[in-house]
């Protein structure tokens, strides 16, 4: 069976995104195609349950800076579960607020960070919390990551929501949030499989 891969940002404009408040986003495209973080977080128009999730990020190279001032931004799955975004190349042992951890949740397997100022790539396997019809919770969500084709998060159960998320609470459906946390971070190549 071939799932229809939706293209949410392909190099030319900010249709499918908008600020927090519903107003378009503003983040400058590049000529290569690439866009830059700025103006505030970015939230999907498309919505989406389970999925397959694509996304590609270019630090900037911040070496006066340390911990969470070094590249920092953030990939929130149904706009509530971040995916860290962060310069953390050569920590040995990574925490859940270095790269491709789950903030303040869960700590990667290993580092599979980049050096900065190379392109890295995230692939999330995400299945959404299930509820039952009284609206309560009976399956929490569950994550895989792969960064940069290194298995970071093996099939992780999301017991709530990380910080700084869009919405109180867990849902079966969301966005994808691209966080502007005042870093100069830059995007690519964004896009999802339904998996439901």
């Known amino acids: 069976m071939a799932f229809e891969k939706i293209v949410l940002f392909d ?4 249709d499918g995104w908008t600020k927090r408040n519903g107003e378009p986003a503003e983040w ?3 000529e290569d195609g690439a866009m830059t973080v700025g ?5 999907s128009k498309e919505t989406y349950k389970d999925a397959h999730i694509h996304v590609e990020f270019w630090l900037p190279n911040m070496p006066e800076e340390s911990g969470q001032g070094k590249a920092n931004s953030g990939v929130y799955v149904h706009g509530v579960y ?3 975004v962060l310069d953390s190349y050569g920590i040995e042992n990574p925490e859940s607020w270095d790269c491709s951890g789950i903030y303040q949740q869960y700590k990667p397997l290993t580092n599979a960070n980049l050096p900065a100022e190379t392109w890295q790539t995230y692939d999330i396997y995400f299945v959404a919390p299930k509820y039952n019809e009284a609206g309560e919770v009976i399956e929490d969500g569950r994550m895989t990551v792969i960064f940069n084709g290194i298995c970071v998060h093996n099939n992780i159960v999301l017991y709530r929501n990380t910080p700084g998320g869009i919405k109180d609470g867990r849902h079966a459906e969301g966005p994808l949030l691209l966080q502007d946390h005042g870093n100069r971070v830059r995007f690519r190549n964004v896009w999802i499989e339904k998996l439901n």
Not at 11 to 14: I, Q
Not at 39 to 43: A, F, S
């Open 11 to 14: 190099g030319k404009n900010l």
């Open 28 to 30: 400058p495209i590049g």
């Open 39 to 43: 103006h505030g977080d970015i939230v």
């Open 82 to 84: 971040e995916v860290q």
